[in-house]
């Protein structure tokens, strides 16, 4: 078989891109909280719930290619009947990943839109199983669309960019 002499070789020259490393490193529990300020007399009733969903993400520069990605969960159940608080869960779930070769907005997509991606099933189970420890019925959280929260953060920014802009001519 030839050779191609047209393939890159690794630190042939220094205008080629950096060759894109994507890596998943560690996947952890940032911070955890439970609480159930009612019980036991919560128990005592027929649970009807409201569910008070919070999702959030934020990302970390750890070092030149490493990089912390965090999904808070905090969903807050309340007696749809009388608004008592049946639960309080809270979980930061994280990840380490490792990236290079990734800049700009393609790196900001990736860590607020694909890296929350892969933690939030770890962040729904850790959720789940919060409840289910405290006595209550599973809280199965539906899945979550990053890239749509991802866009409409991203409009949300651009919006207010332009309101700043028109604000400072004026």
Known sequence: MAEDNNTPQAGATAD?????KFSLQRIYVKDISFEAPNSPSVFKQSFKPKVNLD????????????????????????DNETGTTSFLAEVEQAGLFRI??????????????????LLFPYARECVD???????F?????????FEAMYAQRKQREAKQAEENTQENTH
């Open 16 to 20: 080629e891109k950096p060759q894109l």
């Open 55 to 78: 999702l959030n993400t934020t990302s970390t520069k750890i070092a030149d290619d490493q990089y912390e990605v965090v999904v808070k969960v905090t969903a807050q159940v309340n």
């Open 100 to 117: 290079a070769g990734i800049e700009g907005a393609q790196l900001d997509q990736t860590l607020g839109a694909f890296c929350p991606n």
């Open 129 to 135: 199983n919060l409840v289910n420890r405290g006595g």
């Open 137 to 145: 019925p599973p809280l199965m959280l539906a899945p979550v669309n």
